[in-house]
């Protein structure tokens, strides 16, 4: 019964799921075909953690997370381009657009609720795409932003990890998310995170016991805004580019998609989502051109039958394993 | 500091050319168990959403211990002490009780409860009000369960419950026996004289016989205006309530 409570989860099961999390990042790039694709996955796994803060536990669906992506890529880009950033200062500046243009486009979408937040932030999306589209000397415009650097991490000229090795680059995203996957899970177990929670279960409440959810919101939002702003970032250095499509809608539809069919009541149902969605286009793209309709098929499968997504079907399937094994052990004791 | 914990002045609340509050002038003594009653469409609860800030009055005054606060917003009114229940169970139905409790005790840090770097286990403070709220609601042993699968008697316990979590000088409470079953009311009757003890307690309430033992003072509404106020013999037998009130409801 307290299984449903997302905070006991968190409690009891926390030094278990970074165990479990290691473990795939290990794993991962052992059992795909490409360091690049495993590389991919943790990139989409970042920016689904991100939504799944807002969607799972603060309960806003937002259609904005397309831009802090997108920012995140032009962002650190731009700064490695122009200014010569080197790759730790270029993520600290995405992790900062993003959280920026979060303040921006948070501010304003959360003084309204349900279905016109939703708007808000679907106009947000497509404002960003079209500012994007229209400062080409920035941005590329349609031709993207060409030439993305992937700096090595140098401390005074001296190269400590090389990072065009697409292996090394792997092991640095995994340990990026590693950090910030254990730090999102300390702030959902934190005082604020479980106040989100609370405005995710009952926000008129919420308000009644003292919170001021505006400020709940807008924190979260920018939390969410950095950590999608660095995914971001990461996808224009694994590429060496950074497409328009990072900024569209559909971005920010791809986003929500993964965060869905991985679970909203979990953070490793994120890494789940996206390594799912991520693997499905490598490989149905490749049988079928019109693979995305069958995506749209799974999205209503996930909905339909499975409601807490990848991870809730994986829990529910361990708990069936576990009580008939446990009768199993009766049994036997009574024989 | 005046012997008054709540007063209002004059307040008012408009929809268009509609008062539904037209010039209330309520004064909740400190320590006492203050019951507003009222037949339907009396105004109690457009009074009781002034109160709690819930609607900005259209006009008058609101004092919580001699500080107007009619522009605080409710969640600004939770630092000063004031608390409320909800007369639709409102509850963080998908979270445990003792959750429920804990979140409610959170809730006056205020801006303290912003910190996201701390496990909620640090703070053991919230944790032990939980606990004792558990204990005096009688619901410890079910302090893990969701709070959306209590029965229907013990989930409005547990609405009013929350909240005593942040220590309140005010509870105000909107028609906590809603809906309960006649055999879970004595429990609701009980409970409320018990935080009368502790707390002084503003009650808004629907169902006159249920009040009349509890309440030291009691106002009786009647198109969004204050008709009667006194203790429950005088109220009982006043013609006007009898009219309005009782009236009606023989």
Partial sequence: ?335 | MSDYLLETRNLQLAYGPFHAVNGVDLKVRTGTIHTVIGPNGAGKTSLFHCLTGERQATAGKILFNGQDIIRKPSHGRVALGMARSFQLTSLFQNLSVRENLRLAAQGRDGLGALNFWRSVEHKRSHWDTADRVLERLKLNGRAETLAGELSHGQQRVLEVGMSICASPTLLMLDEPTSGMGIDDIPLMTDLISDLGRDHTVLLIEHNMSIVMSISQRITVMSHGQILVEGTPDQVRNDERVRTVYLGEAA
């Fill in chain 1, 1 to 335: 019964m307290t299984d449903k409570n997302p905070l006991a989860v968190a409690k009891g099961h926390g030094h278990a799921l970074l165990l479990l999390l290691i473990v795939s990042l290990i794993g991962l790039p052992l059992i795909l075909p490409s360091a690049t694709l495993a590389t991919e996955i943790l990139i989409f796994g970042l920016a689904a953690l991100a939504c799944n803060l807002l969607l799972g536990y603060t309960g806003l669906l937002s259609f904005g997370q397309g831009i802090f992506f997108g920012a995140g890529a032009y962002g650190a880009a731009l700064l490695m381009i122009h200014l010569h950033w080197g790759m730790l200062g270029a993520l600290v500046g995405a992790a900062l657009f993003g959280a920026l243009l979060a303040l921006l486009v948070g501010a304003l979408a959360i003084r309204r609720k349900g279905i016109y937040f939703v708007m808000l932030t679907l106009a947000f999306s497509q404002m960003a795409y079209f500012l994007a589209y229209t400062l080409s000397g920035w941005t590329g415009g349609d031709n993207g932003l060409l030439d993305v650097p992937r700096p090595n991490i140098e401390i005074a000229g001296h190269v400590l990890v090389d990072l065009a090795d697409p292996r090394h680059f792997y092991a640095f995203v995994a340990l990026l998310f590693l950090l910030i996957f254990a730090g999102a899970l300390r702030v959902i177990r934190s005082p604020f995170g479980s106040t989100l929670m609370a405005i995710r279960e009952n926000e008129t409440r919420a308000a009644a016991i003292g919170y001021d959810i505006r400020h709940f919101k807008i924190l979260v939002f920018m939390l969410s805004g950095a950590i999608t702003g660095i995914a971001g970032a990461l996808y224009a250095m694994l590429l060496h580019f950074a497409p328009l499509s990072n900024i569209d809608l559909m971005m920010s539809e791809n986003i929500l998609i993964m965060t869905i069919v991985g679970g909203t009541g979990s953070l490793f149902g994120s890494l789940l989502g996206a390594g799912a969605i991520v693997m499905l286009g490598d490989v149905l793209s490749e049988l079928w051109p019109r693979w995305l309709m069958l995506l749209g098929v799974i999205l209503i499968l996930v909905v339909v039958f499975m409601r807490g997504g990848l991870w809730g079907g994986l829990a529910d399937l361990v708990k069936r394993l576990q009580p008939s094994r446990a009768l199993d052990a009766k049994t036997k004791e009574t024989l």
